[in-house]
């Protein structure tokens, strides 16, 4: 079974500071990748994704995650935090041929103003 | 576009009812919709897929005959806990897309927070 880690569970950080989030998944086939944004209240919401070419890909709201293959890794990555990023951000995979999403735990991100 | 409704947000039942959650796709059709559960300070758990006019598919651990799912239609998938107990107590969100495809991008809807006393 595949699973998602993600390392920090709470970040804090200063507007115009830089975001970088860690995921790394456990599974040796091939995958699709996501991160999502959950913010104060609302639910859900899908800030990238990647299936296959380009492994950097950008994202909404000044977003990218880099994939690194030999890394099982999809790192999502801000040069430049405001204050409205303040949200729980989450990295899911699925299998290539499958829809099923597997989340990993989660990484609170607060950005002082 | 893409939005997905869930009714209602949140329910207080007694020990040994049953209570019901909807989840609507509001401006699309869902061929596939998701449900997940999740616990304080934990990551979503994937409970089942469910595919309109087909019997829902559950992952490992999860109860089919305590968590009942019906997706009669492309736009309304219902997840019915059943004789609830306390430790069902937890926040459940849905989720939807448009095929079964794997490039397809799933649209949750905005959870659904049950205690059960």
């Known amino acids: 079974a595949q699973s998602v880690s993600q390392h920090n569970h709470h970040v804090i950080l200063s507007e115009a500071a830089s975001l970088e989030l860690g995921c790394n998944y456990s599974y040796g086939g091939t995958v699709n990748l996501f991160w999502y944004v959950q913010y104060p209240g609302q639910h859900l919401q899908l800030l990238l994704k990647?299936?296959?070419?380009?492994?950097l890909v950008k994202g909404i709201k000044g977003f990218e995650a880099e994939f690194i293959k030999s890394k099982f890794s999809f790192n999502l990555r801000k040069p430049s935090v405001q204050w409205s990023d303040t949200a729980e951000y989450f990295c899911?995979?699925?299998?290539?041929?499958?829809?099923?999403?597997?989340f990993g735990g989660g990484t609170r991100v607060l950005v002082k103003p | 576009g893409a939005v997905v409704s869930q009714h209602p947000s949140r329910v207080i039942c007694k020990s040994g009812t049953s209570v019901k959650i909807e989840c609507r796709s509001l401006d699309f059709q869902a061929t596939t919709m998701f449900w997940y559960r999740q616990f304080p300070k934990q990551s979503l758990m994937l409970m089942a897929t469910?595919?309109?006019?087909?019997?829902?598919?559950?992952e490992q651990g999860v109860e089919k005959d305590k968590f009942l799912i019906n997706h009669a239609s492309l736009t309304l998938s219902t997840l019915t806990v059943t004789s609830a107990h306390p430790e069902d107590s937890s926040f459940y969100i849905c989720s939807a897309e448009t095929g079964g495809a794997f490039w397809e991008t799933q649209y949750f809807g905005p959870g659904t927070r049950l205690l059960v006393l």
């Open positions: 899911a995979v699925s299998q290539a041929a499958g829809n099923k999403l597997t």
């Open positions: 469910s595919n309109e006019g087909s019997k829902a598919t559950y």
């Open positions: 990647y299936f296959s070419g380009d492994p």
